[in-house]
Nanobody, 128 residues
Framework: QVQLVESGGGLVQSGGSLRLSCAGSGRFGDYTMGWFRQAPGKEERDFVAAITYNSDTTYYSDSVKGRFTISRDNAESTVWLQMNDVRTDDAGVYSC?????????????????????WGQGTQVTVSS
């Protein structure tokens, strides 16, 4: 089992940068980690980025590719999401999630329902 706590959200101007953190506990290094966004007024969580347990592979949604970077440090049990050139449609509640079992189809990592554990989320507000 792993517990996840996000931080780093806040108000950012369009075009600015923000760095989100997700601190984990337990066997953090065994898990693929993902970031998801729940946009205002929407129930579903949209995939943002994911990183395998050993950082050898990262995945991004098309909307954030080239602007956001996911990284992790298993020794610190932390995963980060560096958000650059933030846009107004990046706003929402960002949650990190952990997936224990390997997925043979990497597209699965972009699906919220396959993740085992979730943090409470951190709010990102973007001003134009």
């Amino acid at each position: 089992q792993v517990q996840l706590v996000e931080s780093g959200g806040g108000l950012v101007q369009s075009g600015g940068s923000l760095r989100l953190s997700c601190a984990g506990s337990g066997r953090f290094g065994d898990y693929t980690m993902g970031w998801f966004r729940q946009a205002p007024g929407k129930e579903e969580r949209d995939f943002v980025a994911a990183i395998t347990y050993n950082s050898d592979t990262t995945y991004y949604s098309d909307s954030v590719k080239g602007r956001f970077t996911i990284s992790r440090d298993n020794a610190e049990s932390t995963v980060w999401l560096q958000m650059n050139d933030v846009r107004t449609d990046d706003a929402g509640v960002y949650s990190c999630a952990a997936r224990g079992e390997y997925c043979s189809d990497s597209r699965s990592y972009k699906t919220a329902r396959i993740y085992d554990y979730w943090g409470q989320g951190t709010q990102v507000t973007v001003s134009s």
